[in-house]
């Protein structure tokens, strides 16, 4: 079973990057048919999903996000990564990674993170 392990810093300060590592455990980031994400989630709002790179090294963004988002793989460490640019208080989050299979024969399987609190304050 696939396992996810976020890291990176709870607090940034305004205008700085936020940058967040997921670690990949019971599978490989290369492993067919998986895509894999960042998603957050505010205090107060619902899920909001920012960008994946899936298992051939193709990336996509949500729009309202991508001017200042980049997501990243390292295969050898078999882990992924976000930095967020120019963070501001709004983009204080939890902030989870996710793997999402789907061979599109019936296999179908999602699995998340415990997710990490960033917090952007001064």
């Known amino acids: 079973q696939v396992q996810l392990q976020e890291s990176g810093p709870g607090l940034v300060k305004p205008s700085q990057t936020l940058s967040l590592t997921c670690t990949v455990s019971?599978?490989?980031?290369?492993?067919?048919?998986?895509?894999w994400s960042w998603i957050r989630q505010a205090p107060g709002k619902g899920l909001e999903w920012m960008a994946a790179?899936?298992?051939?090294?193709?990336?996509v963004y949500n729009p309202a996000l991508k001017s200042r988002t980049s997501v990243s793989r390292d295969t050898s460490k078999n882990e992924f990564s976000l930095e967020l640019s120019s963070v501001t208080p709004e983009d204080t989050a939890v902030y989870f990674c996710?793997?999402?299979?789907?061979?599109?024969?019936?296999?179908?399987?999602?699995?998340w993170g415990q997710g990490t609190q960033v917090t952007v304050s001064s």
């Open positions: 790179i899936s298992y051939d090294g193709e990336t």
């Open positions: 996710n793997a999402f299979e789907d061979d599109g024969m019936g296999t179908v399987n999602d699995y």
């Open positions: 019971g599978g490989s980031i290369t492993a067919d048919y998986y895509r």
